[in-house]
């Protein structure tokens, strides 16, 4: 089956591509098509605005992920704001400015969550959902993964997920663990 996987950050689809490698699906990059305002308040809700908006458009099965970092010493923020947090345009301004946020921090807890939402052109749904708690370091390490990755050290990890190749990090993530039981479904034959 083709599915086109509408997302525009291509750490997101780099992870996509290498967790779903097995599965047989012709994975389409998203062309020519600008995803639609993330006006939901919750992941599932963007995840399911973006996915629906491309499987209207394309004809075709679309998978999207909505994710964010909320971090305990900010009350759960940015959540589902992370990619618009401070206003600013790159990965590395955005981790300064949560830096700046957390100066005075004792309190470095954060987890990310992702949602992976499967739409099919007749209006059905999936849904799948991970998380992963860890620690926010004071300064960035390690040039791998995305946003928030040279940041945050998993529970029961030394090293950032920047530090980590993908097949490390999907083993552990957020991501990888949405995708992970969207494997599992697909791998027993239960959603069609
Ligand atoms: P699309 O909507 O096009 O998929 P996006 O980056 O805007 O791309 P989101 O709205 O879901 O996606 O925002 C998620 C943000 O949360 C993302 O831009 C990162 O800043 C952060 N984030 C999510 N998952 C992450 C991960 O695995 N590692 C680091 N940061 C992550």
């Known amino acids: 089956m083709t599915v086109v996987v509408a997302t ?3 750490g997101k689809v780099r992870e996509i591509e290498e967790a779903l490698s097995g599965l047989g699906w012709q994975l389409e ?3 020519g098509m600008t995803l639609p305002p993330e006006t939901g308040m919750t992941y599932e809700d963007n995840a399911a605005l973006k996915a629906c908006a491309v499987a209207l458009s394309t004809g075709k099965v679309a998978l999207a992920d909505d994710s964010g ?3 305990e010493a900010l009350g759960g923020q940015p959540g589902v704001y992370s ?3 401070g206003g600013v345009n790159s ?3 955005r981790n300064v400015h949560l830096l700046n946020k957390l100066r005075t921090a004792t ?3 954060a987890k990310f969550v992702s949602v992976v939402i499967v739409a099919y052109p007749d209006g059905h749904l999936e849904s799948y959902r991970g998380e992963l708690r860890g620690t926010l370091l004071e300064g960035p390490r390690g040039e791998n993964g995305f946003g928030y990755d040279p940041l945050f050290v998993p529970d029961g990890e030394t090293r950032t997920l920047a530090e980590m ?4 990090k999907r083993a552990i993530s957020h991501r990888g663990q949405a995708l992970g039981a969207l494997l599992e479904a697909h791998r027993s034959g239960l959603p069609e």
């Open 91 to 93: 990965d590395t301004e």
């Open 83 to 85: 990619a618009r947090f």
């Open 165 to 168: 190749t993908v097949a490390e």
């Open 29 to 31: 990059a998203l062309s």
């Open 8 to 10: 525009s950050n291509a």
């Open 107 to 109: 309190d470095r807890r």
């Open 69 to 71: 970092l909320e971090v």
